[in-house]
């Protein structure tokens, strides 16, 4: 009963506190307490977490012309969830503007790649070894600078995610020819987060990679059936540039 | 002794952790907690003390902290060889699957807070040994009723857990203007019962339409906490593991930040100086 009687307590003055307005909800003031000092705590907090959800949600910002009104209205109607952080409060609202339904497919499309940037940070913290394995695995091969060859070996970007963009709004110009829907990876590069649009061989190959790496070129290139294994070595020196994979070669005695 | 004494660190500061007043650092763990990044967030600065600072253990709550969550700000301090994880006295939600406030209010002094936060600290002592983790004192803009004052709550926490104080001396500081008590008096009661302390100093405003003192990290440490730093080392003698002053607004320029550190450092080689003269035998 004492447990209980405290986890009430608590819940009714977290119910009271996590909304505008309602400082009077608050009992257990002493006397010394004043509502208005209530009031402040509760509109510090609105104010920080919608400095937070606007930071977070930055990108997504210039698909929507009233963007700070609906981050309000967010925010009335949502309260924070235990243990949630800026990103998931972010995520929670992107699913609520998409549950909106009146979504143009190019907002759609902001919301996608701003929901694979959550999954790509989602990823990199359940898998941060190997995210910063791969990613110093990189560092050397700038330094190295060496030349790819059949034997050498072929690390895939851990943090990676595929997107499905609707329209042309977020291509790079370069890709503006890309066929729609373009699906589009993501992936971690340093502490920055990339995209680049591949063509259907060339997502072929990566998840022949995906699959058995890390691999030599040459295995690689008997796993997806190229028979010219120098054509495999442009793609994986264009990718290494990328970022999206890194190489080993072996180390002479 | 002399504590490790540094900043809390920021992006603004970084650059002059090459000070020699400068030993120890403490890192917030939301500043340090980003999947993305490669290095470990201190990078190579060299000190002999670090502590993490986190804010959502929310030792005040009804559940214990997630797992999920001690386990990541373990790793944080892990990987910047921390000695020491720390969280404040309060409550930031009210269970494991309710509602976040987003910000730390007090817990209501009572038996059954108590219980439930000894419960919490227990848990989480256990869980970051060897890190030493320490229990900060918040500022607080109201209080609620209880059947016990709060340096009686805290006190008893800290004799029940064992657990390390962050004494945020600012914090004491506003609490007292804002609420009328003795700073020196809270700060004598509290002391004995930790086994190890940590300090907070930082400056803030006094806000004249709430008529408080609010402790906004915004400006230079007054001279009312840099009294109330000296007379804490005093009391609390060589239990002082490490002191970090926090700044996060109206950045002072290369100097400013310099010149507080080494007064920090200044008022505690004065009183260890003063503990030496009593302590030396005839």
């Known amino acids: 009963m004492h447990d209980d009687a405290y986890r009430k307590q608590l819940a009714d003055l977290v119910e009271a506190m996590s909304r505008p307005n309602r400082e009077s909800a608050v009992t257990l003031l002493t006397d010394d307490s004043a509502p208005a000092a209530v009031k402040m705590f509760v509109d510090g907090n609105l104010d920080k977490r919608l400095d937070k959800l606007a930071a977070q949600l930055e990108f997504v910002r210039d698909a929507f012309e009233d963007f700070d009104d609906l981050l309000k209205q967010y925010i009335r109607n949502t309260p924070l969830e235990a243990l949630d952080t800026s990103q998931t409060d972010g995520e929670r609202m992107l699913r609520w503007l998409t549950a909106s339904g009146s979504l143009t497919l190019v907002q759609q499309d902001y919301i996608t790649v701003q929901r694979t940037r959550h999954a790509i940070e989602r990823l990199a913290l ?84 995906a699959d058995n790496q890390p691999c030599s070129i040459g295995d690689w290139a008997e796993l997806s059936r190229v028979s010219e294994v120098d054509t495999l070595i442009e793609l994986a020196q264009d990718l290494v540039e990328l970022g999206l994979i890194a190489v080993e070669n072996a180390k002479a005695d | ?99 976040e406030l987003g910000h730390f209010a007090p817990v209501p002094p009572t038996r059954a807070a108590l219980d439930a936060t000894s419960r919490n600290v227990d848990a989480i002592v256990e869980y970051f040994a060897p890190l030493e983790f320490y229990i900060e004192t918040i500022a607080y803009l109201f209080r609620l009723r209880g059947e016990m004052s709060e340096a009686e709550f805290l006190r008893k926490l800290l004799t029940r857990t064992g657990c390390g104080l962050l004494l945020d001396v600012t914090n004491v500081y506003a609490n007292s203007r804002n609420f009328g008590f003795d700073a020196r008096q809270f700060i004598d009661e509290v002391l004995p019962a930790a086994a190890s302390v940590q300090m907070h100093l930082a400056g803030g405003f006094f806000d004249d339409q709430a008529a408080m003192y609010i402790d906004s990290h915004s400006h230079p440490v007054p001279a009312e906490v840099w009294d109330l730093y000296r007379h804490s080392l005093r009391r609390a003698r060589e239990k002082v593991s490490a002191v970090f002053i926090e700044r996060d607004q109206n950045f002072p320029d290369e100097a400013g930040w310099r010149d507080e550190i080494q007064t920090a450092r200044k008022i505690a080689e004065q009183v260890a100086s003063e503990e030496e003269t009593v302590l030396e035998p005839r």
């Open chain 1, 126 to 209: 359940e898998h941060r070894q190997r995210h910063v394995a791969f990613q110093l695995l990189r560092r050397e091969d700038e330094d190295a600078d060496d030349l790819l060859l059949p034997e050498t070996v072929v690390h895939l970007n851990p943090i990676r995610a595929w997107a499905r963009l609707q329209t042309q709004a977020l291509l790079d110009q370069e890709n503006e020819g890309c066929e729609l829907p373009c699906d589009t990876m993501f992936f971690a590069d340093g502490g920055d987060i990339i995209s680049v649009q591949l063509e259907l061989e060339g997502q072929v190959l990566l998840n022949d990679l």
């Open chain 2, 1 to 99: 002794m002399i504590p490790a004494i540094g900043y809390a660190l920021r992006e603004q500061n970084r650059p002059i952790f090459d000070d020699p007043a400068i030993d120890a650092v403490e890192v917030t763990f939301e500043r340090a907690d980003d999947p993305l990044r490669v290095e470990r967030y201190i990078g190579g600065l060299d000190v002999r003390y670090a502590s993490i600072h986190a804010l959502k253990l929310s030792p005040g709550s009804p559940d214990p902290p997630s797992e999920q969550y001690l386990a990541r700000l373990k790793d944080i301090a892990l990987e910047n060889d921390a000695r020491s994880i720390s969280d404040h006295l309060g409550f930031t939600r009210d269970g494991a699957h309710g509602t």
